[in-house]
């Protein structure tokens, strides 16, 4: 029979962690609110950003740009942006398992020179895949500033521009809701404008200064910034989102161990009182 003393000590255990993911919980609802807020206002300038980028780039004459330039096969850059704290659910190994099949399916015949942003993901792909793991940036997003756009994405830019990399994409968490996030697999570099998306510079007359390939370089610098600087948000909202959400399912879990455990207790404790009740009865009727 199991021990009493055993069970109250595993009841209060639970009971601690219980308060312990019912806290988080509230901390993650709470940083989610912020870092949506903060996401719902990075959206309209990345993505006005991209529209300006698009007319500008199909106006211009000096259509031959570094930055346009497609080359197929070669080395690929793959940014992948996981977080720093564990704790979220599936949300940073869905993300490795996703990067191991691009290796081996989508990227199979091809170099592929992975940046890492997060500890998570740093930690679990350097023992996958550790030669591949070219730069790592732990503790970014944990102290995060506009710098850290800039820190990331110029690199890879320069690499790309030098031709030692034919194209760069980056892997991330998108942002739906509090409890949906979807692996988005989004090219960076070559840009490729998209002239058929209707925008509001369709019908305007652009004159270039100082001039076409320098207005233009510049402009697809700062929209490399502004998407990743959307990027990094998207990500955090994803990880609050995804913290949250396992969190409350962990609390639930926690209740519903409490409650077996609370049953069981009782019915030990039932069985122990109706043994020495008979006893009792036994040696009175002995008597």
Same mark, same amino acid.
Request: charged share 25%; glycine share 6%.
């Given at each position: 029979m199991p021990n009493l003393q055993a069970i109250r000590r595993r009841i209060v255990s639970v009971k601690s962690t219980q308060k312990i993911t019912r806290a988080m919980k509230m901390v993650a609802a709470a940083k989610l609110r912020r870092a949506q807020e903060t996401l719902l206002n990075a959206r309209p300038y990345a993505y006005h950003l991209r529209d300006i980028a698009n007319s500008l780039i199909t106006h211009a004459t000096a259509v031959e740009h570094p930055m346009l330039r497609?080359?197929?096969?070669?080395?690929?850059?793959?940014l992948v942006v996981t977080s720093d704290r564990g704790l979220c659910g599936g949300?940073?190994?869905?993300?490795?398992l996703e990067t191991m099949r691009l290796l081996h399916q989508d990227f199979a015949d091809r170099d592929v020179e992975i940046t890492v942003v997060g500890r998570k993901g740093t930690e679990a792909l350097r023992r996958r895949c550790s030669k591949q793991v070219k730069t790592a940036h732990v503790g970014l997003l944990e102290r995060y500033t506009v710098n850290s756009d800039t820190a990331v994405i110029d690199p890879l830019a320069d690499q790309f521009l030098t031709g030692h990399l034919n194209e760069v994409y980056c892997l991330y968490n998108e942002f739906k809701s509090a409890i949906t %996030?979807?692996? $988005?697999l989004e090219r960076l570099l070559p840009y490729e404008?998209?002239? %058929?998306?209707? $925008?509001?510079?369709?019908?305007?007359?652009?004159?270039?200064e100082p001039g076409e390939e320098a207005l233009i370089t510049a402009l697809l610098r700062d929209n490399l910034r502004a998407q990743l600087h959307r990027i990094f948000h998207e990500a955090m909202a994803s990880e609050h989102g995804a913290r949250m959400a396992a969190m409350d399912s962990a609390t639930t879990n926690a209740?519903?161990?409490?409650?077996?455990?609370t049953l069981n207790y009782n019915r030990v404790r039932q069985g122990a009182i109706t043994k020495e009740v008979v006893e009792i009865v036994s040696g009175a009727e002995a008597l």
């Amino acid at each position: 029979m199991p021990n009493l003393q055993a069970i109250r000590r595993r009841i209060v255990s639970v009971k601690s962690t219980q308060k312990i993911t019912r806290a988080m919980k509230m901390v993650a609802a709470a940083k989610l609110r912020r870092a949506q807020e903060t996401l719902l206002n990075a959206r309209p300038y990345a993505y006005h950003l991209r529209d300006i980028a698009n007319s500008l780039i199909t106006h211009a004459t000096a259509v031959e740009h570094p930055m346009l330039r497609n080359a197929p096969g070669g080395r690929v850059g793959l940014l992948v942006v996981t977080s720093d704290r564990g704790l979220c659910g599936g949300y940073n190994s869905s993300l490795v398992l996703e990067t191991m099949r691009l290796l081996h399916q989508d990227f199979a015949d091809r170099d592929v020179e992975i940046t890492v942003v997060g500890r998570k993901g740093t930690e679990a792909l350097r023992r996958r895949c550790s030669k591949q793991v070219k730069t790592a940036h732990v503790g970014l997003l944990e102290r995060y500033t506009v710098n850290s756009d800039t820190a990331v994405i110029d690199p890879l830019a320069d690499q790309f521009l030098t031709g030692h990399l034919n194209e760069v994409y980056c892997l991330y968490n998108e942002f739906k809701s509090a409890i949906t %996030q979807r692996i $988005t697999l989004e090219r960076l570099l070559p840009y490729e404008p998209e002239p %058929q998306v209707k $925008t509001m510079f369709d019908n305007a007359f652009f004159t270039f200064e100082p001039g076409e390939e320098a207005l233009i370089t510049a402009l697809l610098r700062d929209n490399l910034r502004a998407q990743l600087h959307r990027i990094f948000h998207e990500a955090m909202a994803s990880e609050h989102g995804a913290r949250m959400a396992a969190m409350d399912s962990a609390t639930t879990n926690a209740g519903d161990v409490i409650a077996r455990l609370t049953l069981n207790y009782n019915r030990v404790r039932q069985g122990a009182i109706t043994k020495e009740v008979v006893e009792i009865v036994s040696g009175a009727e002995a008597l």
